[in-house]
């Protein structure tokens, strides 16, 4: 399914803000979904799922209950399916760096990286282990060509590359993909592994050596040894496996796809109590610190937590009865089966 993806840059109001779209963000949804609360979700990976799509979409997970075997991808794509009649809102490729309270709207305001501000009335942080954030290469005056755009970890917008001498580094899913990608809008694409061996999708690698055969990808199988350029990156010089002489490669821009690495990043300055990196809250309503800011799923911490999915799908049903209370603070829930709710069903369209 598509996800309502948003553009950055804009302001937006919602009831309640997840931050991580997780298994436990995407479940939140649902959960919030049923008793009529509309939600936003940010998160600075580029699609939803989390762990089990960034760390392992293809290992099946053995206890998630009445699925016997279900893979990491699997499981987000049939999230995906069953928050669809909520349309939630997804605000992908950007982090959640600041949060404030607006005490004369009774809400609070989130800025993310991309300069979009969401306003609600409740947030809920889902945000896993924190932020994936990317692996960096050891470079000489690698901090001066990131300020000047020169090194850049992602894709935000494929249009910024249009006509663009770009070098990719990396052999896995990342660097494949985007090598594929955009080398044909490309002035020039070169890809630089060290070695032979890609770990990347089959199908991608063999796209890849037919452009490589097209003469849409230079291939150097070896390893960037400096970065060149005055006011702005130039030409990047490569080591070649075998070779005596370093090869040099005009560029713009360079892609590094090392991998990704997870950090609790910008959340730790929210103003809500951490304990070792982990966000304390009480087994009934999964509150913070921070009267309706929620916390579920890998980040949170109580006794006898157990980071499994199953226990964050838990957690975001009963979070999701609290955080009614400040969104319709006059109304009371009934509690009611799926099974046998007409109102229910309505909602999900059955
Ligand atoms: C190899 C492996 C195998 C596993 N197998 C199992 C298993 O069999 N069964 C099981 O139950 N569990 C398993 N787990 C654990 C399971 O994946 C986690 O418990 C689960 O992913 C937690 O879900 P979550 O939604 O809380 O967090 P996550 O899946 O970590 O998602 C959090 C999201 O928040 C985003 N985020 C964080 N901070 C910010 C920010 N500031 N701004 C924007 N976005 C942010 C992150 O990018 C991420 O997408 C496994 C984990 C691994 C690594």
Redesign the pocket.
């Known amino acids: 399914m598509e996800p309502i993806i948003e553009e950055p840059g804009k302001i937006h109001q919602t009831d309640a803000l997840i931050?991580?779209?997780?298994?436990?963000?995407?479940f939140a949804v649902f959960e919030l979904g049923l008793l009529d609360i509309k939600c936003h979700l940010?998160?600075?990976?580029d699609f939803p799922?989390?762990?089990?799509s960034?760390?392992?979409p293809e290992?099946p997970?053995?206890?998630?209950p009445a699925l016997p075997i279900v893979s990491?991808q699997e499981l987000t794509d049939n999230l995906m399916k069953q928050i669809k009649p909520f349309n939630p809102i997804f605000h992908l490729g950007?982090?959640?760096?600041e949060l404030k309270w607006d005490r004369k709207n009774n809400l609070w305001v989130l800025k993310?990286d991309e300069e979009t501000t969401i306003k609600a009335r409740v947030i809920i942080i889902?945000?896993?282990?924190?932020?994936?954030v990317p692996k960096k290469p050891p470079l000489n005056d690698r901090e001066k060509y990131e300020e000047l755009g020169g090194i850049q970890y992602a894709v935000r917008k494929i249009k910024n590359f249009e006509n663009k001498r770009i070098v990719i580094s990396g052999g896995g899913d990342s660097a494949l993909d985007w090598a594929v990608n955009l080398a044909p809008i490309s002035e020039n694409l070169t890809l630089v592994h060290r070695r032979e061996d890609f770990r990347a999708a089959p199908d991608t690698v063999s796209k890849m050596y037919k452009l490589k055969d097209d003469g849409l990808i230079d291939l150097i199988i070896g390893q960037i040894k400096e970065l060149k350029g005055k006011d702005k990156l130039e030409e990047i010089s490569i080591s070649p496996v075998g070779g005596v002489e370093t090869q040099s490669v005009k560029c713009d821009v360079l892609l590094p796809f090392f991998g990704l690495t997870?950090k609790?990043?910008?959340?730790a300055n929210f103003g809500i109590n951490f304990e070792n990196n982990l966000i304390p809250v009480d087994t009934e309503r999964f509150e913070t610190s921070e009267k309706s800011i929620f916390a579920?799923?890998?980040?949170n911490f109580y006794p006898g937590k157990l980071?499994?999915?199953?226990s964050?799908f838990h957690e975001a049903a009963l979070m999701s009865q609290a955080a009614h209370e400040y969104i319709y603070p006059d109304k009371k829930i009934r509690f009611q089966y799926t099974t046998s709710s007409s109102s229910l069903q309505k909602k999900l369209g059955v």
């Open positions: 931050i991580g779209a997780g298994p436990v963000g995407l940010v998160d600075i990976l799922g989390g762990q089990c960034e760390l392992y290992k997970i053995y206890d998630i990491g950007q982090m959640a760096r993310t889902a945000a896993g282990g924190g932020s994936f997870m609790l990043g910008p959340i579920i799923g890998d980040i980071k499994l999915i199953l964050g």
